[in-house]
Structure formats: C-alpha cells, structure tokens
C-alpha cells in the first residue's frame, strides 16, 4: 500500500490539462498571425517598407543634436504654465470628484435613478478624449492656458470620479452601519465613517492623475492649450530642432522630478 502510494505522489501531475493547452496554444498562434499580418500590411503603406522608415528616423534624429540648451531660460515660463495648468485642472477636478464619486458609488446612493444618472455623465465625460476636449475648449476660448484648464479638469473629472467610486465601493460598510444605527445623518456617517476609509486612496489617485495631467498638457499644447507644448509645436514649425531637443529633455527631467515626488508622497500616505 505504502508502495503504491509512494508511487502515485511521484508521478508527474500536469499543471493544465491537455485541452487547455491545446486552446492556449491556439489562441497564441492566432495573435501571432494577427500581429504579423498587421506588421506586413502596415509596410505595404509605407514609402520604402520598415527599412526606408528607419533610415528616414535616423536622419530627422540626426538634426534634434547637439541640443541648444541656451534656450532653457526663455522656455522656463511656458514649463512653468504648463505645470500651473496640471495643479489648477487636478484640484479642480479633486473638489468636483467628491460629490460625483459618493452619488456613482452603489453601496452609498441607494436611490437608484440618480446613480444611474451620475455614471451615465461619468461615463460621457471618459469617452471623450482629452485633445479633441482641448481643440473644442481652444475653438471656444481662443489659445492660451484656459482651455487647457478646462480640458485637463474634464478629463480628470472621467478618470478620478470612476476609480474613487469603485474604492468607495470596496469599503467596509460596518462602519457606516454603525453610524447610522447610532442616529448620525448622511453627513455625519460620510465624514466620520466614510472618508477616513478612503482618504488616503483618494490623495493617491489625486496624485496619479496630476501625473497625467502633466504629461496630458504637454500633447494639449499642440493644438493651441497654452504651456511648453504649444513653444515646442512652434519649434517644430520652424524646424528649430535643436530647439526643441532641449524642450523635450526639460519636459522630460520635470516630469521625473514631479512622479519622484509623488511616489514619496504616495509611500508616506499608504
């Protein structure tokens, strides 16, 4: 018997069976093909195939160095705006984001026609995206930061609504039971039992998405948002490219020293 047994323990048990294998193996080959496919068909489009488009990357690299880094003071401003772009839209976006969240988070608004009407609006604002946001901000408002401040509190407004309703969402309700049970308001059970669950996820998220933004305001300025990304489409324009060589690297080290910063932050919080 203990043979037996001994024997059973020291054959080799495959992890997956052979049909789940076999459906892997399929499904792998097929995203193979797709990719592959898409890679010809997208060569047949380009002047020269993959190998001209490489050639023709290296000579427009070619002229972004050496970059001419005696540009940094006059591009300080327009980094600066850009930055004063993110911080306005994200605290915006922060304060609007509360009401919004707790009426699109279902174990909170238990009247049915008003979370339904909040996620519906949530869901308007994510399907648009932030440029074509700014190009209509910029066609109503004319070129400059404003637009760019609204587009980016828009945009935020999608993102951070939804993911701080699904963390209200996933909170212990005990908490909140309790208060209510004791006589507290709606008030009172949100700032006492609901917020002190939530607010450390909430300054992390909030950090997150001014990450974005700044990265967010960047693209927006090409089309007329205001910031560093309008000075670098003007560079661009004017074949400056050592110009905006230095642009790129500028934006480049801020946006480091903005996410080392928050990830500091985002430890101490958590």
Same mark, same amino acid.
């Given at each position: 018997?203990?043979?037996?047994?001994?024997?059973?323990?020291?054959?080799?048990?495959? $992890?997956?069976?052979?049909?789940?294998? #076999?459906?892997?193996?399929? !499904? *792998?080959?097929?995203?193979? @093909? %797709?990719?592959i /496919?898409?890679?010809v068909w997208?060569?047949?489009?380009?002047?020269?195939?993959?190998?001209?488009?490489?050639?023709?990357?290296?000579?427009?690299m070619e002229?972004?160095?050496?970059?001419?880094?005696?540009v940094?003071?006059?591009?300080?401003?327009?980094?600066?705006?850009?930055?004063?772009?993110?911080?306005?839209?994200?605290t915006?976006?922060?304060?609007?984001?509360?009401?919004?969240?707790?009426?699109?988070?279902?174990?909170?608004t238990t009247?049915?026609?008003?979370?339904?009407?909040?996620r519906?609006?949530?869901? $308007?604002?994510?399907?648009?995206?932030? #440029?074509?946001?700014?190009? !209509? *901000?910029?066609?109503?408002? @004319? %070129?400059?930061? /404003?637009?760019?401040?609204?587009?980016?509190?828009?945009?935020?407004?999608?993102?951070?609504?939804?993911?701080?309703?699904?963390?209200i969402?996933?909170?212990?309700?005990n908490?909140?039971?309790?208060?209510?049970?004791?006589?507290?308001?709606?008030?009172?059970?949100?700032?006492?039992?609901l917020v002190?669950?939530?607010?450390?996820?909430?300054?992390?998220?909030?950090?997150?998405?001014?990450?974005?933004?700044?990265?967010a305001?960047?693209?927006?300025?090409m089309?007329?948002?205001?910031?560093?990304?309008?000075?670098?489409?003007?560079?661009?324009?004017?074949?400056?490219?050592?110009?905006?060589?230095?642009?790129?690297?500028?934006?480049?080290?801020?946006v480091?020293?903005?996410?080392?910063?928050?990830n500091?932050?985002r430890?101490?919080?958590?």
């Amino acid at each position: 018997m203990t043979n037996e047994t001994h024997s059973l323990t020291n054959k080799s048990i495959p $992890l997956y069976p052979a049909k789940t294998k #076999l459906q892997v193996t399929i !499904i *792998f080959f097929v995203v193979l @093909g %797709i990719y592959i /496919f898409s890679m010809v068909w997208t060569q047949r489009d380009m002047v020269g195939g993959l190998g001209g488009a490489l050639e023709n990357m290296y000579r427009v690299m070619e002229k972004f160095f050496p970059p001419d880094f005696s540009v940094i003071p006059k591009i300080w401003k327009a980094m600066m705006q850009t930055i004063q772009m993110a911080i306005i839209a994200t605290t915006i976006a922060a304060i609007l984001t509360v009401p919004l969240a707790v009426l699109s988070a279902q174990n909170i608004t238990t009247f049915k026609p008003l979370y339904y009407l909040t996620r519906t609006i949530l869901n $308007l604002l994510r399907t648009i995206p932030d #440029l074509v946001l700014a190009v !209509i *901000f910029v066609g109503l408002f @004319g %070129i400059g930061i /404003f637009p760019g401040i609204l587009a980016l509190t828009v945009f935020s407004l999608g993102i951070l609504a939804k993911l701080i309703s699904e963390t209200i969402e996933s909170v212990d309700m005990n908490p909140l039971e309790a208060m209510r049970a004791s006589g507290g308001n709606v008030f009172q059970v949100i700032w006492y039992a609901l917020v002190p669950q939530v607010l450390p996820q909430f300054t992390s998220l909030v950090l997150y998405v001014f990450e974005i933004n700044i990265r967010a305001s960047v693209v927006l300025g090409m089309v007329g948002a205001g910031g560093i990304g309008l000075v670098l489409n003007q560079q661009l324009k004017f074949y400056n490219y050592p110009n905006a060589m230095t642009i790129i690297i500028v934006i480049f080290v801020t946006v480091l020293i903005i996410e080392y910063i928050s990830n500091k932050l985002r430890e101490a919080l958590l």
